[in-house]
């Protein structure tokens, strides 16, 4: 039922892309990524950038892949959702 409590707390008019994480889902989501490797160069993209790339393609259904206007960490994002077995 929306009751003014829960209509705030899903309230994503204040984020970049209705798409993106709040703050709440990403201090759910962050614990479950690995860190970086040991060794090498280090990891050069934002993960949260990363999640939000893979929340828009979700929700929206586009070939990132394909588009040249979208950031980088979106076209990060198709490739580690690809990669995934599900």
């Not at 003014?4 to 309230?11: F, L």
């Not at 892309?17 to 962050?30: A, C, F, H, K, R």
Request: overall charge positive; charged content about 30%; glycine content about 8%.
């Amino acid at each position: 039922m929306w009751t003014s409590k829960n209509r705030a707390r899903y309230d994503r008019s204040k984020l970049r892309y209705p798409s993106d994480l709040t703050d709440d889902e990403w201090g759910l989501v962050e614990p479950l990524i690995p860190p970086g490797k040991t060794g090498g160069g280090k990891r050069t993209v934002i993960m949260r950038e990363v999640m939000n790339g893979l929340m828009y393609v979700l929700s929206n259904r586009l070939s990132v892949a394909r588009d040249p206007e979208r950031p980088a960490a979106e076209k990060l994002g198709l490739r580690l959702l690809r990669s995934v077995d599900l």
